[in-house]
């Protein structure tokens, strides 16, 4: 049984084919095929500190929040009692394949042709909301007339007496 140790959203995961995982959220859409670089281990080959032109590909299913994790604080003797809730957004995936020497990902689905774009899940989420954040403001940009006419002013009021 092939099996890989994958690194994604700051923790590790032992991953065979066929393995459905819940992650932490992915920025991409239901039924697209996600790919993770960051390969650890295959099969006990370690790397250093990553194995060369290894992959991990999986179909993203879809992605909801978990059931609310309570915060409760409380200070003995003191009236003090906060409540608070929270619900983590998290991505369910399904391992597709494990491939190594820098093959790339068959792009099948359960028979139906998937997406035909792939998302490197391992790059920072940051980094992609301020790519996109530059690409909509060079498009706006291109949009926008060079100039506008100078607003006009308004009458002045007549005084009443």
Do not use: W
């Given at each position: 049984?092939?099996?890989?140790?994958?690194?994604?959203?700051?923790?590790?995961?032992?991953?065979?084919?066929?393995?459905?995982?819940?992650?932490?959220?992915?920025?991409?859409?239901?039924?697209?095929?996600?790919?993770?670089?960051?390969?650890?281990?295959?099969?006990?080959?370690?790397?250093?500190?990553?194995?060369?032109?290894?992959?991990?590909?999986?179909?993203?299913?879809?992605?909801?929040?978990?059931k609310t994790v309570i915060i409760f604080?409380?200070?003995?003797?003191?009236?003090?009692?906060?409540?608070?809730?929270?619900?983590?957004?998290?991505?369910?995936?399904?391992?597709?394949?494990?491939?190594?020497?820098?093959?790339?990902?068959?792009?099948?689905?359960?028979?139906?042709?998937?997406?035909?774009?792939?998302?490197?899940?391992?790059?920072?989420?940051?980094?992609?909301?301020?790519?996109?954040?530059?690409?909509?403001?060079?498009?706006?940009?291109?949009?926008?007339?060079?100039?506008?006419?100078?607003?006009?002013?308004?009458?002045?009021?007549?005084?009443?007496?």
């Open positions: 049984m092939t099996f890989a140790v994958i690194k994604t959203g700051g923790k590790q995961y032992k991953v065979a084919a066929n393995d459905v995982l819940k992650l932490e959220k992915l920025d991409a859409e239901a039924g697209t095929i996600v790919t993770f670089d960051q390969v650890l281990m295959i099969n006990g080959e370690v790397g250093t500190p990553l194995i060369e032109g290894a992959l991990v590909a999986a179909e993203l299913l879809e992605t909801r929040k978990q604080k409380k200070n003995r003797r003191h009236n003090y009692r906060r409540r608070n809730g929270h619900r983590q957004l998290l991505s369910t995936v399904r391992i597709t394949e494990i491939l190594t020497g820098g093959a790339k990902p068959t792009i099948k689905t359960d028979g139906v042709a998937a997406p035909t774009e792939t998302i490197v899940a391992d790059k920072p989420a940051k980094v992609c909301a301020a790519a996109k954040a530059t690409v909509a403001t060079e498009a706006t940009e291109a949009q926008v007339p060079a100039k506008k006419a100078p607003a006009k002013k308004a009458a002045p009021k007549a005084d009443k007496e």
